[in-house]
């Protein structure tokens, strides 16, 4: 796509975001339907389902040609990475929304090919948003945001998903060891965003392909370097254990994942 | 003291906190000192001083009767709860504020003869103040605080310290497995503000006084319940693994922390 188009879209789903964080907030003030899924930790809200459709209904108008692969199961069956895929979360971190009304995320995601295009990832609270693509650039907000300074892994912060922590995921516990200190968010959003602003060195979790698309294109797009711990390279299609880090981080981390594998 | 001498300590201490906000938000801006205290994760850095010497000279002012018991020493050397004692912790919460310009915490804390007068918790980036005591009420910003729904462990949020959860202090892992999810903030400020607010059912780690006399007063004055999991009782001059939760959790705990002792 060309300049006039990247722009087109970013300005088009700006304008999506801005009504999605709308229409979350009043709905934070009602009265939620709460459904567990997979587990009784794996929740689900009306208000998920309502901003799922949202997305849907406007990206069919918007790209009637390209699939959609969201959480909540209201896009496509998506079976090759061929074409144009948005890839949507609609409130990621839904037990921090139900709990707390606090840091929680939005994130779409465009790839062609497999490869990113453009994403977006908004703390609905804060209404701060993270956007751009390889070809256009990264902003937050309003402001052309750069790489983050290049930080090692015991100089900086690390988030990890406190479930693969506690349940011992391979790994984890060293890596939490390593770093300066962990920190767990209970969001793949809220992480992403500190990971790209420099908050943090590195985020990591087992995560789906809506959770991490996002995440995944704006790192690259960053500069930052993204890949999985475990023994699968990364599928767009399917669940991995994604690392999103600067490039020093990365480096200690593979070092240190060399010892346990 | 009377309710007009705690209005009067109350508006004091908020002028205060604007102060410090202000100062604290123009330092972020500029090159800080960074030194470590007893280990490369235990940081201290100029802002931590000139607040808490700020705190001291106007404490000294307003209360000049009064002792001092603050993080970086510019206090006296408190040998007895008897009288007043205001505890400081000028930013808690240093590895967050170097690391992230972000959820670090001011702590201010009125206690006379043990008990709690007032305590003031500020979210410095976010300007966002709980305060009060158990004969003022507490108040979140201008609006009056009422005591969190009373939710068990198994449909909450706890927040936990990191390095105590890392490091498997006896019962971390159980509590971390037990609740609805856990949380790591990497400060007592952000995470007493989440318990004080309804946002979490509990926080839990080892501290010092200045890290939990603030948290551990707001929360006793909502009637939230407060305790150690260790074999001492609270004792506000010395370090404790130190527990505010609802009531209904405090007890879920403290079931489960019978079978591990």
Redesign the interface.
């Known amino acids: 796509m060309d300049q006039t188009q990247l722009q087109k879209m970013d300005e088009t789903v700006l304008d999506w975001l801005d009504d999605i964080s709308h229409l979350v907030m009043k709905r934070v003030q009602q009265r939620m339907q709460i459904e567990t899924k997979s587990s009784?930790?794996d929740l689900v809200t009306n208000v998920d389902r309502e901003v799922e459709q949202y997305y849907v209904q406007h990206i069919r108008t918007f790209d009637p040609e390209a699939q959609i692969l969201g959480e909540e199961g209201f896009g496509d069956a998506v079976k090759s990475t061929e074409g144009r895929i948005w890839y949507v979360d609609p409130i990621d971190g839904t037990?921090?929304f139900v709990?707390?009304?606090?840091e929680f995320a939005t994130m779409v995601a465009v790839y062609e090919d497999g490869e990113p295009v453009m994403a977006w990832i908004m703390d609905i609270t804060k209404h701060d948003v993270v956007h751009g693509g390889p070809d256009f650039g990264v902003f937050h907000n309003d402001e052309p945001l750069h790489a983050p300074t290049d930080t090692a892994l015991k100089d900086?912060?690390i988030i990890l998903s406190?479930a693969r922590?506690?349940y011992e995921e391979k790994g984890f516990?060293e890596l939490?060891?390593s770093a300066?200190?962990?920190?767990?968010?209970?969001s793949a959003g809220i992480s992403y965003l500190?990971v790209l602003t420099g908050?943090?060195v590195a985020y990591l979790s087992r995560m789906r392909p809506w959770d991490f698309a996002a995440g995944v294109a704006l790192a690259k797009s960053l500069g930052l370097k993204v890949g999985t711990i475990d023994e699968h390279p990364l599928n767009m299609l399917v669940s991995g254990s994604v690392l999103v880090a600067t490039e020093k981080t990365f480096d200690d981390i593979k070092l240190i994942q060399k010892e346990w594998t």
Chains 1, 2 share one sequence.
């Open positions: 009784h930790r037990m921090n709990k707390q009304q606090d900086g912060l406190g922590l506690l516990t939490a060891k300066l200190g962990y920190r767990v968010y209970g500190h908050k943090a």
